[in-house]
């Protein structure tokens, strides 16, 4: 049987439940989690919960109080040094203050209409616009943060620079304040997905993650695939699917997933190269895959205009295409190497699979009935989703009802939702601050026209410019940043080209996820290659062959622009999906097979014409 979770913290020793036993196993670094922060872990489920069944909230209460519940899990509890956490205590106290005025005048501040007036109020936005900079630096790094300042000196100092990409000059108490105390820059839009509707689905993920579910993903999967040849490998690609749809974190899935597929294939005899490429390639097409994506789905809502449904609808069939092509992958490198099915003895029974299906199925089937037949907005239907979730933590993999293992995992679940929140809240914040600059001073609109003007306004080369940009963006930043970064400069050059606003979108978010396995920054590999033990560049090159789709997919779409129109013409979409999976098959076969040189250049020429000529 196989067992599996993502929790961060487990401080539980009851001996009666093998599952908990196992999760402790491998995850010791969640031991002795302070009670007070499951209860800060508490008031932030409730918090956000409550924004959903209580009504509309004002911007300036909510967001700013969503900022200061994530500054104790960034600057306390992932400090990795004494002085990280004086600085820590310092740095949160002043930041709750300081976002406690924001959330207790947000009456007299609305009426300011962006423009400070007092030193105090100056000083305040000053320090927030540092705590935000500051706490995804230690959530994230350099990257980002350092993205967001250089926008903030381009908005202080762009009229010193010369031609077209100056700027008239702001006042100073007209930006800060812009920036801090009005509904932009860290109080923006995005900042109110954040805390409406990514918050949720974190949660949700969260739950389910302390539960069972996890387990209920790799049993079916291993029931599903685990027979064929490459087996473990494709159990490896339907686990990571299934739990990137609720996840959607590239990293996190290597290190949940990967933490049992990557030892199963290692035994089998897989070389630990291919082990590592298949889970960093698997694991990435979590930020791909509906409903969560990485965060992706509920920006693209906010930035488009585009109902959650749409967007769902979609990218399904991108995503499907990105897991069937790294499947063909599998079956191309069983040619070169013995890949072996899972032994039948390490296959879960069809009693197993079915009990420990129900921990996902349940609040999947009820979160995916209120969106589509009860149409309700996703966060509320995935609230009601978690309810069903928590009553399903009292329950182990044996269907046995125990209060100790519910407070066991609905701990678990309260501190891995809390740092969640927090971590992808400092992303947003931090984010919202460059989409804040380039909306003040036009730089986005500048920016769009350059696109413009070097691909001469011809929609493939601006496609590929906008490629590129994504991929050395998405180096630096998270997939959701690097996607809120690009589709701001260059999704109006794109649909300016006659490219559908939600396919543009589509577009940048799936590049700005390449950096995943691409070299020479490639997260997912990095984490992958330290869990097989094998030199990264090894893996990275298997990776990126294996995740051919992730490189194609997108153009493929430009080219057959009826493949994300399953909810309108969905026999027009299949019938686009088919063909792209062909071209993808005989690329990928061709790519990575032991076949003839001639056979397998005839392949890939075949499938680019399938793909981009017929």
Not at 34 to 58: D, R
Not at 369 to 380: A, V
């Amino acid at each position: 049987m196989f067992a599996f979770s993502s929790s961060l913290a487990d401080s539980s020793d009851a001996p009666a439940d093998p599952a908990l036993e196992n999760r402790k196993r491998h995850n010791p670094a969640g031991q002795g989690v302070h009670p007070a922060w499951v209860l800060l872990g508490g008031i932030t489920v409730l918090f956000h919960l409550g924004l959903i069944f209580y009504g509309l909230a004002p911007a300036l209460i909510s967001r700013p109080l969503h900022m200061a519940l994530a500054l104790p899990w960034i600057l306390i509890f992932m400090a990795k040094t004494p002085w990280q956490r004086r600085s820590g205590w310092l740095l949160t106290l002043l930041g709750i203050a300081a976002c406690a005025y924001i959330a207790l005048n947000e009456a007299a501040l609305a009426g300011q209409y962006g423009f400070i007036d007092t030193h105090l109020q100056m000083a305040i936005g000053i320090f927030l616009i540092g705590l935000a900079l500051e706490t995804a630096r230690r959530a994230i790094g350099w990257p980002l943060p350092l993205v967001a300042l250089v926008a903030l000196l381009y908005a202080l100092f762009g009229e010193l620079v010369p031609g077209q990409f100056g700027h008239s000059g702001l006042p100073l108490p007209s930006l800060i304040g812009t920036l801090t105390i009005a509904e932009g820059g860290l109080w923006g839009s995005l900042t109110g997905v954040s805390v409406g509707v990514v918050a949720i689905f974190v949660i949700f993920g969260a739950v389910l993650n302390a539960g069972e579910a996890g387990q209920g993903f790799m049993n079916l999967a291993s029931a599903f695939a685990g027979r064929l040849t490459g087996g473990a490998a494709k159990v490896s690609v339907i686990s990571s699917a299934l739990m990137g749809s609720i996840s959607g974190s590239a990293s996190a899935n290597v290190a949940s997933t990967g933490a049992i597929t990557i030892p199963s294939m290692v035994r089998l005899g897989y070389p630990r190269s291919l082990a590592g490429a298949v889970e960093a390639v698997a694991s990435s097409g979590g930020q791909i895959m509906p409903p969560l994506m990485g965060a992706g789905a509920f920006v693209m809502v906010e930035l488009t205009g585009t109902p959650y449904t749409q967007i769902m609808a979609a990218a399904t069939l991108p995503a499907i295409l990105y897991f069937v092509t790294v499947w063909v992958g599998i079956n191309a490198y069983a040619t070169r190497h013995d890949l072996r099915p899972v032994a039948a003895d390490e296959r879960p029974t069809s009693r197993e699979v079915l009990i420990t299906s129900l921990f996902f199925a349940i609040p999947f089937a009820l979160l995916l009935e209120r969106i589509f037949l009860g149409g309700y907005t996703p966060q509320y239907a995935a609230s009601v989703a978690i309810f069903v979730g928590l009553g399903l933590l009292f329950f182990d993999v044996t269907l046995r009802f125990s209060l100790r293992g519910f407070a066991t995992r609905l701990a678990d679940a309260l501190v891995t939702a809390g740092r969640q929140v927090a971590v992808i809240g400092a992303i947003i914040i931090c984010a919202s601050l460059v989409i804040g600059v380039l909306s003040l001073t036009g730089l986005g609109v500048k920016i769009t026209s350059g696109i413009l003007s070097l691909s001469n306004d011809m929609l493939w080369p601006a496609l590929l410019l906008t490629a590129l940009a994504c991929l050395v963006l998405g180096m630096e930043v998270p997939t959701t940043a690097a996607y809120v970064i690009c589709v701001s400069v260059a999704g109006p050059a794109l649909t300016a080209l006659g490219l559908e606003p939600l396919l543009a979108h589509l577009f940048v978010f799936w590049f700005a996820l390449l950096s995943t396995i691409t070299p020479p920054v490639c997260g997912g590999v990095f984490i992958a290659a330290g869990m097989v033990g094998e030199n990264w560049l090894k893996v990275a090159l298997k990776a990126m062959s294996l995740g051919i789709g992730l490189y194609l997919i997108p153009l493929a779409m430009v080219a057959n622009p009826d493949v994300i129109r399953l909810a309108a013409v969905p026999g027009g979409a299949l019938f686009a999906a088919a063909k792209i999976a062909i071209g993808l098959g005989a690329i990928s076969y061709g790519v990575i097979a032991r076949r003839p040189i001639w056979l397998r250049l005839g392949l890939v020429v075949l499938g680019a014409v399938v793909l981009f000529v017929l």
